[in-house]
């Protein structure tokens, strides 16, 4: 495997999504456990202010994938061999895909009420076969979590995807990653939303020339504050090169 990219502290795996895919689906039929992070620009910046979540990703993630242009970008300035983007939605996908045709039963967990079964039902036109156990929105509070955890466990899924935006999702499921049944963990953010047709994607053409951030601006301009993040990103990750040098 290619080292691993450490990019303003967080150690990037950089794998291609085919051996992504590739190991995951071999890792879960054999029943070796994974918590993976799909890491762009805003995580690895929410991890600078936030020391918990930092800790969190550095010693409880199995596996730390190379999301957006920005971390791609990143990884291949400080030195390394990023391939490629290993973008969350995309990896959910394909890891649906192997599902279906392995018969691996995963659960759906966040999104507003009726999201995640709008995703199943997707999911299920797209490949036949493809077993969703069951579902279960993402607002609940604190005193409902173990009966969502005996829910999740009852259902015998071996892949479970939390939507639930990040920190919280990668903060939800290492909370309870030994009590959690299923082997594979990840956090997808608003995928479900995508997956059911309520928000668009950007076309392929914006995501190969790297503009999906624009993309995502447009449509939603509430996530301006956030996406002052990209920025900041870029600033920290040429101090840190000009540091090495
Ligand atoms: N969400 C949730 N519970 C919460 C907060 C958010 O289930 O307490 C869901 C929300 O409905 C949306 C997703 O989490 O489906 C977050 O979407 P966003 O586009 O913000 O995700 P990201 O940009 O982190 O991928």
Redesign the pocket.
Known sequence: MRETATILGIPVNPYTMDEAVDKLTKDTLAKKKNFIVTANA?IIMMAQQDPGYKALLLNQADMILPDGAGTVWAGNYLGYTVPERVA?YDLYLRLLEEAARHKIPVYFF???PG?AEAAAREGQKRWPGLEVVGCR???FKEEEEPEIIEGINRSGAAMLFA????P??EKWLSKYGKKLQPVLRMG??????VLAGK?QRAPKWMQDAKLEWFYRLVK?PS?FG?MLALPKFVLAVREEKNRKK
């Open positions: 805003e969350g966040g999104g507003t999201i929105n993402g607002y939507a639930l935006g990040a919280k999702q997808i953010g608003g995928s479900f939303d928000v939603q996530r956030r």
